[in-house]
């Protein structure tokens, strides 16, 4: 094989952060990789990157023991060495991440440093030994821990942290159904009386006073209450609270007029946030979050009973029917055409053999919402004919899709790698079946995020990998001793 012709590297940090998160970086260059990218390589070891033996000494040689700590599945003798480590944040770690099979559960219940107690609380899998010690420790924080576990209490450990003496633990303790005789105590404490509404089994005197509570928290606890009666539910939808209206807004049970009402009081508070964000009422601008989130709830019984919803006038609920899986093809049609771009995607999803049309109108007009890569286009088969047209498309986010073209011509896919948008670029970078020639030159690219992105591909030949990390160490040893080098 020819030897490795690196192009120029503008942006080396990238680049070495890319190599970093590379899952087929071979361990040996991960190690030589360390001294450059260590904060991404951490990362890597909270998201799965599972070291190697030499790795992990390579780790530990640089004070890096609570990083390497991170991962689930470290070789045998680590993760022993780890769990007796000296410092009680890389025990705690460990503590919460290793396999119960490990056999150290019982060793961390007893450790000296409330820390890894509370690591280990916190787990679903304890068994009924441990998790009671642990709801029993002397350090709140541990008692806790245990409280907030995600997996059901036995009934006598949830008795006692219910009624400890330390308000956060009651708290805690407070997100599993209570005994119903401790309800009237939960009640009266303050720590505990918003967490407890929604597993009461209400009464009208009960109901009314908490409907008067001057805590807004319990007040939208209330307005969420399914055994809530009509009387306080139609008090509760003029509540001074935005919070406490949007949960009457979302009740199946909320008359229609009612609905409306809610809806427009928000709406004008809202419009009035807009027209001056940073002089507007406090009520004004939590107006328009309660909006937003009339916009994302799962309405639960839209979901159940779409059909009667599918030309509602309010957005939340035209996405929770069109989401539901429920509707007739016809009616998904129509929604295809719907003013919401979420509702035409979630239409779309739905329609067997859209037209393709329609189905590129939707794409162009898509706005993707924030931190979700799903786009249209995911669910259209688009023929080769149309990909290869997007290649030359005016919009860059067309013109990505070409490259789902299986037998995209060499020309186009040139063309791309070359294209004057960095995003164009960087999906070439990404795309598995780009060739190690092209990768090279996206190597050098001016763009840190191609860069990187490159050399993240695990395409990317490990002759090219190790010709970067030569490049690294010549420029370290160039760079003058004392000036800001960019290396950790």
């Given at each position: ?95 919460g991440r290793e396999s ?61 942290l219910l009624t400890d ?130 916009e994302l709830d799962s ?190």
């Open positions: 094989m020819d030897p490795i012709r690196l192009p120029e590297l503008g942006h080396l940090p990238a680049v070495l952060e890319g190599l970093a998160r590379n899952t087929a970086l071979p361990e040996e260059l991960a190690a030589r990789l360390l001294p450059y990218a260590m904060a991404p390589l951490r990362l890597a070891l909270r998201k799965g990157f599972a070291p190697g033996p030499a790795l992990c000494e390579a780790f530990l040689a640089r004070g890096e023991a609570e990083a390497l700590a991170h991962v689930r599945a470290l070789p045998p003798e680590f993760a022993a060495r780890l769990a007796a480590d000296p410092d009680p944040e890389v025990r705690a770690v460990r503590a119960a099979r490990a056999g150290r559960q019982e060793r961390f219940a007893a450790d000296a440093a409330a820390a890894v107690r509370v690591a280990l609380a916190g787990r679903p899998d304890l068994p009924a030994g441990l998790l009671a010690a642990l709801a029993a420790d002397g350090d709140a924080g541990v008692r806790g821990a245990a409280a907030s576990r995600g997996a059901r209490l036995p009934q006598e450990l949830l008795r006692g003496a330390d308000p956060k633990v009651r708290s805690a303790a407070c997100r599993h159904r209570p005994p119903r005789d401790l309800h009237a105590g939960l009640l009266a404490d303050p720590v505990t009386r918003e967490r407890v509404v929604r597993h009461l089994e209400l009464d009208p005197d009960t109901a009314a006073g908490l409907a008067a509570d001057p805590d807004e928290e319990v007040r939208v606890q209330l307005a969420a209450h399914p055994a809530l009666p009509a009387e306080l539910r139609d008090a509760l939808a003029r509540d001074p609270s935005p919070a406490v209206r949007g949960k009457i807004f979302v009740r199946d049970d909320t008359p229609t007029a009612l609905r409306t009402e809610i809806h427009a009081w928000l709406t004008a508070g809202a419009l009035r946030a807009e027209e001056d964000w940073h002089a507007a009422e406090e009520e004004d601008v939590f107006c328009e979050i309660s909006l937003t989130f009339l309405y639960p019984w839209v979901t159940d009973d779409p059909a009667p919803h599918a030309n509602s006038p309010y957005v939340g609920m035209r996405r929770a029917a069109a989401r539901s899986g429920r509707l007739p093809a016809a009616v998904l049609k129509g929604m295809l055409a719907d003013e919401d771009p979420t509702v035409r995607f979630a239409a779309l999803r739905g329609t067997p053999d859209v037209d393709l049309a329609l189905a590129e109108d939707i794409e162009r007009r898509h706005v993707p919402m924030k931190g979700s890569p799903q786009r249209p286009a995911d669910h259209v088969a688009f023929p080769p004919g149309t990909l290869r047209r997007f290649a030359t498309d005016p919009e860059a986010r067309m013109r990505v899709l070409a490259l789902r073209d299986p037998e995209l011509p060499a020309e186009l896919r040139d063309r791309l790698a070359a294209d004057q948008d960095d995003a164009v670029r960087r999906a070439v970078a990404e795309d598995p079946r780009t060739d190690a020639r092209t990768l090279l030159r996206l190597l050098g690219d001016g763009s840190a995020f191609v860069a990187q992105a490159t050399a993240a591909s695990p395409s990317l030949p490990p002759e090219a990998m190790r010709a970067v990390l030569d490049r690294a160490a010549e420029e370290r040893r160039g760079s003058t001793p004392g000036a800001a080098s960019g290396w950790e």
